[in-house]
């Protein structure tokens, strides 16, 4: 809405849209942070990680940060993405005993397999990544929720036949669909809130057996 009327006014006005978005486009990042934050009453790491890359951002975009910066920041990054895909991998997957689902996947891929008979939460992180939450042989709590944030990678959240899943949150550039099977949903069922923000990412909830 901000970023149309901006524009409107560049068509009626004197306004330089091109500059304008140009310079405080990452509000939009920081935004997200602020809706997660908002939403969950408490600071999660994909909410901090959209609100320390939005506020650099920023800093470039608005000059309180000088360009010379950048080639530091760039060759600093990727000292780091090298470390990290050097050091040894942890398993690929990983099975969770308690009532909270909770993990982040970074250049690679992980499935997180809950055992509870009461999965009650839920905060996954995925960033230029696949990951998986499987809840195919877990039970749900009353007001289950799951927290998914997922940046230029994918996630798929497996559930049991007859569960009800409600899908909300922010599709920013990404997609999620849920395919589980909605005639099998019984009345007494348990209702898991997956709610996600999504950057350049998908996000699919579905049975193990997809469709079937």
Do not use: Y
């Given at each position: ?6 524009l ?6 004197d ?10 486009w ?8 602020v ?6 009453r408490?600071?999660?790491?994909g909410s901090t ?7 650099l ?25 090298g ?18 689902v ?10 997180f397999i ?18 998986v ?20 990678g ?11 899943v409600?899908?909300?949150?922010i ?8 395919t589980?099977r ?5 009345e007494e069922?348990r209702?898991?809130?997956v ?7 998908g ?6 057996d997809?469709?079937g």
């Amino acid at each position: 809405m901000v970023a149309g009327a901006v524009l409107f006014l560049s068509v009626i006005g004197d306004v330089d849209a091109g500059a304008v978005l140009g310079r405080w486009w990452p509000l939009v990042l920081i935004a997200l942070g602020v809706v997660q934050v908002a939403t969950e009453r408490r600071l999660r790491i994909g909410s901090t990680a959209l609100l320390a890359i939005g506020l650099l951002l920023l800093a470039s975009t608005t000059g309180l940060i000088d360009a010379s910066v950048w080639p530091v920041l760039g060759a600093v990054t990727l000292i780091a993405l090298g470390a990290l895909v050097m050091a040894p991998r942890s398993s690929r997957e990983v099975t969770v005993t308690g009532d909270d689902v909770a993990g982040v996947v970074v250049l690679g891929a992980r499935r997180f397999i809950a055992t509870s008979s009461r999965v009650r939460s839920g905060d996954v992180t995925v960033v230029a990544a696949s990951g998986v939450v499987d809840l195919s042989a877990a039970g749900l709590a009353d007001d289950a929720r799951i927290k998914l944030t997922v940046v230029l990678g994918g996630c798929d959240v497996i559930v049991p036949h007859g569960w009800g899943v409600r899908l909300s949150g922010i599709p920013l550039l990404g997609m999620w669909d849920n395919t589980t099977r909605r005639d099998l949903a019984v009345e007494e069922a348990r209702t898991l809130d997956v709610n996600a923000t999504l950057l350049l990412g998908g996000l699919e909830v579905r049975h193990a057996d997809r469709w079937g």
